[in-house]
């Protein structure tokens, strides 16, 4: 057995990737051009949807969606507890009220029953995220959203090519944000994409990315620059060529360690229910509280093993200190599924290159726990 240590992930990047970029710096033209535009198609047609936005970081898709459809001061809109803090720091930016709802116990992310027991006469709109791969479960919550008359922006930031009921996430709610960051499935460097089927909403994002011009001279809205570049856009149209393929071998990776684990008495891998095809961003597990042993023990043994993990999210996000900064009291607020669920996941290794015999000591390793 060899003893060097298992990365968690690494880049997927090839020399088309590298010639892409080669191409685009020799252009002379670096930022938004034919490349951006031919990346924006190519990526909305893969969404399913009509148009495609891109833009500097998927914090910024979040931001420049939400306010593209006229969210703002004193809207609420709901969030799951456990995602990265940008989702809500998206909201936090235009003024608006994060309220947070639980997640499902199964896929772990946003419960749309939960949703349904915090809509106020304020709330505006939903950000369900799809946590590490898995889909939220969209149906329960664009009935509860268009019951409410309210916007549903799909946090895609961890979920290329998943997809819920034989569509692909992004394509559901009124738009999708996703993010092109270099850890992500598939990367531009930095950068992010919002996808809608609505032509007036797309128009009035490209106006908030790019200073809020709505001609050269004319700056009709405040916004900053958040455009996506052609360096990026150039590697963005190679990776999305290899996306299926990345997403096949992450999958084959991920069930082949999660099907093992299913087996050993200590370990929780629950089975997400209903029709859905998860991209596993991570390759989850979870510790039964039951069983006598604690994720900071599997931890221990998976660093003395030698395989990386990811270890994230360990509060509710309702619990980060910079809320408090803003006025925003969450004192009150106690979801049982998250409090139960934040700090127990890890992420295995689970990328696209990794070896067969690495998979299997990953196995062996977890066996030997
Ligand atoms: C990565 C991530 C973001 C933010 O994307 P950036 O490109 O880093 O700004 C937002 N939401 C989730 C769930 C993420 O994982």
Redesign the pocket.
């Known amino acids: 057995m060899s003893s060097k240590f298992i990365k968690v992930a690494t880049p997927q990047v090839g020399e088309e990737e590298i010639q892409a970029v080669v191409e685009a710096i020799k252009s002379g033209r670096y930022a938004s051009g034919p490349r951006v535009e031919a990346f924006e198609e190519a990526f909305s047609k893969y969404v399913g949807t009509s148009y495609g936005v891109g833009v ?7 931001h420049i969606a939400l306010e593209a459809f006229g969210i703002g001061k004193g809207d609420e809109v709901i969030v799951p507890p456990l ?5 809500v720091s ?1 909201v936090l930016y235009l003024g608006a009220i994060p309220v947070f709802a639980d997640i499902d116990e199964d896929n772990l992310c946003l419960s749309a029953e939960s949703c349904r027991k915090v809509v106020t006469d304020k709330t505006k709109a939903i950000i369900p ?3 590490a791969g898995a889909a939220a479960r969209m149906d329960p919550i664009m009935e509860l959203a268009s019951e409410k008359g309210l916007i549903v922006i799909e ?4 979920a290329h090519g998943t997809m819920y009921n034989g569509r692909v996430v992004g394509s559901i709610g009124h738009a999708g ?1 996703f ?3 270099a ?2 499935h598939i990367t531009t460097g ?3 994409i919002i996808t809608t089927n609505d032509e007036e909403i797309a128009k009035i994002c490209k106006m908030l990315r790019s200073h809020g011009m709505s001609d050269r001279d004319t700056h009709v809205r405040l916004a900053y620059n958040n455009r996506l570049n052609e360096i990026g856009a150039a590697m963005g149209l190679v990776q999305l060529t290899k996306l299926d393929d990345l997403n096949a071998r992450r999958i084959a990776n991920s069930e082949y360690i999660l099907d093992e684990a299913r087996k050993l008495p200590w370990a929780n891998v629950p089975v997400a229910e209903g029709d859905m095809v998860h991209t596993y ?1 991570w390759c989850p597990i979870m510790v039964k509280p039951d069983s006598g042993r604690t994720v900071e023990e599997l931890k221990a043994h998976l660093d003395a093993s030698g395989i990386g993990y990811r270890h994230r999210y360990v509060n509710p996000l309702y619990k980060q200190p910079v809320l408090k900064t803003l006025g925003l009291d969450y004192s009150d607020v106690f979801l049982p599924n998250a409090e139960k669920t934040v700090g127990q996941v890890l992420g295995l290794p689970n990328h696209p290159s990794l070896p067969e015999e690495d998979r299997e000591r990953v196995v062996e390793v977890l066996k030997a726990f």
């Open positions: 500097s970081t998927g914090t910024a898709a979040l995602t990265f803090f940008a989702t998206a995220v799809h946590f946090d895609c930031a961890q944000a993010s092109l960051f850890t992500k930095e950068g992010g961003f």
